[in-house]
Structures are given as C-alpha cells and as structure tokens.
C-alpha cells in the first residue's frame, strides 16, 4: 500500500462523520414529530395511519443499519460504497420532505 491512502480516504471520512452528525441532528425535530404522530389515530385505525406511524417511529433504524454498513465498507477500504450506504438515508430524508410539501401544497 503506498503512503498516499489515507489522504485519498479523507474526503470520504468527512463525508461519513459530516452525514451522521446531520442524522444525529435529525432526532431533534424527529422526537417532536414522533410524539405528535400519535395523533394519526384520533379518527380510529386506518392502514394510513399504521403506515405513517410506522414510517415516522422507523426513522431512526434506517441511518443506523446504513450508518453500520458505511463504517463497515470504510474499515474494508471500500470508501465508495461507505458514501453511498450513508447517502441513502439523506435521499430518503429528502425524499419524505418533497412529498410532505407536495402534499402540503395539494391541501392535504
């Protein structure tokens, strides 16, 4: 291994620790969100709400399994997939919020 592998490493490096510092900050408004989900049944059962309940109490396992993954692809010397295992869960955040201000937008 020549000695220029780790200054290669490093952007990836600070992708990963940059990424779940953002997950981390995430828990914030997710513990509020959380909570307040509950009221999803007010009106009764629906699959609607066990899904959205269940989406929103789910949050924080998906950054956690990528975030394993990514740490175990960097430890391999994989520094692509790492980025791309943590990089899931932002488009899934990003994902949630398009549809959430669509919806909004529509009236939902």
């Known amino acids: 291994m020549s000695d220029n592998a780790p200054n290669r490493r490093w952007p990836t490096l600070v992708w990963l620790i940059l990424s779940q510092l953002f997950y981390l900050g995430l828990l914030i408004p997710w513990s509020v ?3 307040m989900s509950i009221m999803a049944f ?3 059962t629906s ?3 066990v899904l959205f309940v ?3 109490w789910s949050y924080p396992i998906w950054p956690l399994i990528f975030s394993i993954l990514a740490w175990v692809a960097y430890a391999r010397r994989n520094d692509r997939l790492a980025a ?3 990089s ?3 488009g899934l955040v ?3 919020v398009t549809i959430l201000l669509v919806l909004a ?3 939902f």
């Open 54 to 56: 269940g989406a929103v």
């Open 84 to 86: 791309v295992w943590t």
């Open 42 to 44: 007010d009106s009764g």
């Open 105 to 107: 937008e529509l009236g």
């Open 94 to 96: 990003i994902l949630a």
């Open 47 to 49: 699959p609607q709400a």
């Open 88 to 90: 899931i869960p932002l």
């Open 33 to 35: 969100v959380s909570m």
